[in-house]
């Protein structure tokens, strides 16, 4: 094939140790700031749309502090996506694919452009610190990138055999029109990737960001705009779940529904899109990734400092607000003192408060997520986990959602704080007998996301490859950070339906194939 892209690399991120690269970004800070506050419209076929109705995003470091207003959609707004959505559709499926394509690597390079200013806005909106806000916006930049030129190489017809006075071919299409319900974590990635997928092979969709993080889901239309994609085909609806979630997946015109967030909502919209609707004509079709309880193994064989360092990383990066975080330490035995010491200490060390200071953990995204967090701390002393660090049942600074980094040693296996999802800096530790204990303990959940091992041991690495059952391994590193087009991430069981987000198959998930024959 042509090369018409120079080759795929992933975006490196800024080294800031630098006190100069932290100077000026916090002078990038200051100007945000001072466009913090006001108010955002839909924007549904090209047009922006204002509505009488708001939901406020506010930092969830400084909750007195407004990032913007954004616009609730009601029933007429999907009405009004539908439409343009589906006009949209009937030009956009018959672009050559390289066209669409290039417009994703026109949006990267806007959002390269324009990339500290984004990162600025989700250190606002979503309390992320500097390395985080840029990764994030990194990793945009790479779905983009990516997803350009993978959709190349579905343009062509698909290999078949050839038989005698025929021809055959068979090639791939757009399904159609599709909802896009991305999570507040990953404000921009997850949002842009799961848009951008779709939509590079001729799809054309309506996104729903979540209410916590609206803001950022309005600066991704202005880069759209701004790359220059045809009115109608992304289509932006802010507003209330209750007022959009369901009806927008009950919807009979949605063709797809592409969804990153919890693994309630993702029940919830499989249940719901697989009952077939008055009027419509086709299946919808469901990528639903979800949650995790992600695991670490440490074994006798390991290089402490390594297993320390990923464990300190992996759990309280974004305040452990990641579906990859290590919320579980496991750690056999015969290390388990010498390990578990050395985790608490350096995790002693980490700095909590806000994340325009930059801090190592800064606040969780709302009230509703703190209450959760700060219930499951309590779960943990009620089933008698010794608390090692942290635990503290009240906010750890003021003014917004800030709780400490909290350890819990000694967890039972099937302990609440083991078992379900927390999403916060919490972890649970379990001490295991040897390494075959500790694998069969990492297995024992609904989740399936992500894992790790630490450990200098051939064989144990060649076990768990096999046996430890996730979507993503990671040996002898931090459990957290995958790369688009490097590391293909989803998990299985219930974190989701396997659809490996930045990897060489996702973008066939919203593909059908056409056989047509004829006979000379
Ligand atoms: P969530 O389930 O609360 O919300 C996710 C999205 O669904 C949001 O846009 C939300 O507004 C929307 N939503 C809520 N109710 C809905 C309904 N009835 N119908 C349709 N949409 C609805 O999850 P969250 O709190 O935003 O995100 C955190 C979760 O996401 C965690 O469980 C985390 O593990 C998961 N996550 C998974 C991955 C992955 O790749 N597997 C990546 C990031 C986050």
């Not at 916060?424 to 609904?446: K, S, W």
């Amino acid at each position: 094939m042509r090369q018409i892209f120079e080759p795929y690399e992933a975006t490196k991120y800024s080294d800031w140790s630098d006190p100069e690269l932290q100077k000026s970004f916090r002078e990038t800070l200051r100007e945000v700031e001072g466009q913090l506050g006001q108010d955002y419209p839909l924007v549904i076929g090209g047009e922006k749309i204002t509505t009488d109705t708001f939901i406020t995003s506010v930092d969830p470091g400084k909750t007195d502090r407004v990032v913007g207003r954004a616009a609730a959609g009601k029933a007429e707004h999907i009405e009004m996506a539908f439409e343009a959505a589906q006009e949209a559709f009937q030009e956009w499926k018959n672009w050559p694919m390289h066209d669409r394509a290039r417009l994703l690597v026109r949006l990267a390079a806007v959002m390269r452009r324009r990339k500290r200013e984004l990162a600025a806005w989700e250190v606002f909106e979503a309390a992320k610190n500097y390395l985080e806000a840029e990764a994030d916006v990194a990793e945009a930049i790479d779905f983009c990138e990516y997803y350009a030129r993978q959709s190349l190489k579905l343009a062509d017809y698909v290999e078949t055999h050839p038989f005698p006075g025929e021809e055959n071919s068979t090639f791939y299409q757009p399904i159609g029109t599709g909802v896009v319900i991305p999570p507040w974590n990953f404000l921009l990635a997850i949002l842009t990737g799961t848009v951008v997928g779709p939509v590079v092979v001729g799809n054309t969709v309506i996104v729903k960001p979540s209410p916590s993080t609206p803001i950022i889901a309005y600066k991704f239309m202005e880069l759209v705009e701004e790359a220059g994609f045809p009115p109608g085909v992304i289509n932006l609806l802010t507003g209330e779940d209750a007022d959009l979630g369901d009806a927008l997946v009950d919807d009979p015109r949605t063709r797809f529904i592409n969804f990153t967030g919890s693994r309630a909502t993702g029940e919830r919209i499989i249940e719901r899109a697989s009952k077939v609707q008055p009027r419509q004509k086709y299946l919808k079709k469901v990528m639903a990734e979800m949650g995790g309880k992600d695991a670490l193994i440490v074994d006798e064989t390991a290089d402490l400092d390594v297993a320390v360092e990923a464990a300190v990383a992996g759990a309280f990066g974004f305040q452990g607000q990641k579906c990859s975080a290590m919320s579980r330490l496991i750690v056999v035995d015969e290390v388990y003192d010498e390990m578990v010491g050395r985790f608490v200490e350096e995790t002693r060390k980490l700095s909590v408060g806000p994340a325009e200071e930059d801090h190592n953990v800064a606040a969780v995204i709302n009230e509703k997520q703190f209450n959760k967090i700060i219930d499951y701390i309590r779960k943990g002393k009620e089933e008698g986990g010794k608390v090692l660090l942290g635990g503290s049942e009240e906010a750890a600074a003021e003014g917004g959602y800030y709780i400490e980094p909290t350890i819990f040693g000694d967890v039972e296996p099937n302990a609440t704080i083991a078992q379900e999802e927390i999403f916060g800096p919490v972890v649970a530790v379990i001490r295991a007998r040897d390494f075959d204990h500790a694998l069969e303990i990492a297995n024992d959940t609904d989740y399936a996301l992500t894992g790790g091992l630490i450990s200098r041991s051939r064989e144990r690495i060649m076990q768990a490859t096999r046996d430890f059952e996730v979507g993503n391994l990671y040996i002898n590193r931090k459990i957290t950070g995958s790369l688009v087009g490097i590391q293909p991430f989803g998990g299985t069981r219930f974190s989701g339906t396997n659809s490996k987000a930045g990897g060489p198959d996702y973008l066939r998930l919203f593909m059908e194939a056409k056989t047509i024959t004829e006979r000379f």
